[in-house]
T-cell receptor, first 113, second 112 residues
Framework: DTGVSQDPRHKITKRGQNVTFRCDPI?????LYWYRQTLGQGPEFLTY????????KSRLLSDRFSAERPKGSFSTLEIQRTEQGDSAMYLC???????????FGPGTRLTVL | KNEVEQSPQNLTAQEGEFITINCSYS?????LHWLQQHPGGGIVSLFMLSSGKKKHGRLIATINIQEKHSSLHITASHPRDSAVYIC??????????????FGTGTLLAVQP
């Protein structure tokens, strides 16, 4: 399967714990996006990488959130000191150079108890 | 007020019916996307368009740039079309990011 993959698919954690999600984009896609989707809503933009550079962060991304893409391939999204309001589906998408099209992964569903 | 508005929010249809979902947006765009999301599933891209009309199987997407409006049509609907359909745009002056701005989605249920 050469699509976008995300791991884990589901994560249940207790409030206050740290969690980390991974996204593997389609190879040769230099652009990578993280979005968050809460129940009944459309996704919202969190952050954007072009190669290894994080070029844009939403104001939704509080200081408890950090994202990296160290070698311009896979990316990680870490949430520290999770809160119940962090419960959502976290979606990753990648895009090839010179294209507006985005290819989505299956998402990681986070539940904070 | 959302920058991307979809209607209706919920739609129930009988198998075989012609379905239309509408999307309106507020500023200039470089592209508009129609996406499909099944319950618990990831998002699949159906169409990306910046003008005119595109067709793929029983799905048709149209866009009117002057009116800032797009429609997604499903002909001869089938229960397997049941899903959430999401409209998303990329702003014309959004810079190099090309991030998507999403509508809230339309939940479609097609009954046999």
């Amino acid at each position: 399967d050469t699509g976008v993959s995300q791991d884990p698919r589901h994560k249940i954690t207790k409030r206050g714990q740290n969690v980390t999600f991974r996204c593997d984009p389609i190879s040769e896609h230099n652009r990578l996006y993280w979005y968050r989707q809460t129940l009944g809503q459309g996704p919202e933009f969190l952050t954007y990488f072009q190669n290894e550079a994080q070029l844009e962060k939403s104001r939704l991304l509080s200081d408890r959130f950090s994202a990296e893409r160290p070698k311009g391939s896979f990316s990680t999204l870490e949430i520290q000191r999770t809160e119940q309001g962090d419960s959502a589906m976290y979606l990753c998408a990648s895009s090839p150079p010179l294209s507006n099209e985005q290819f989505f992964g299956p998402g990681t569903r986070l539940t904070v108890l | 007020k959302n920058e991307v508005e979809q209607s209706p929010q919920n739609l129930t249809a009988q198998e075989g019916e012609f379905i239309t979902i509408n999307c309106s947006y507020s500023v200039g765009i470089s592209a508009l996307h129609w996406l499909q999301q099944h319950p618990g599933g990831g998002i699949v891209s159906l169409f990306m368009l910046s003008s005119g009309k595109k067709k793929h199987g029983r799905l048709i997407a149209t866009i009117n740039i002057q009116e800032k409006h797009s429609s997604l049509h499903i002909t001869a609907s089938h229960p397997r079309d049941s899903a959430v359909y999401i409209c998303a745009v990329q702003w014309e002056y959004g810079g190099a990011t090309n991030k998507l701005i999403f509508g809230t989605g339309t939940l479609l249920a097609v009954q046999p």
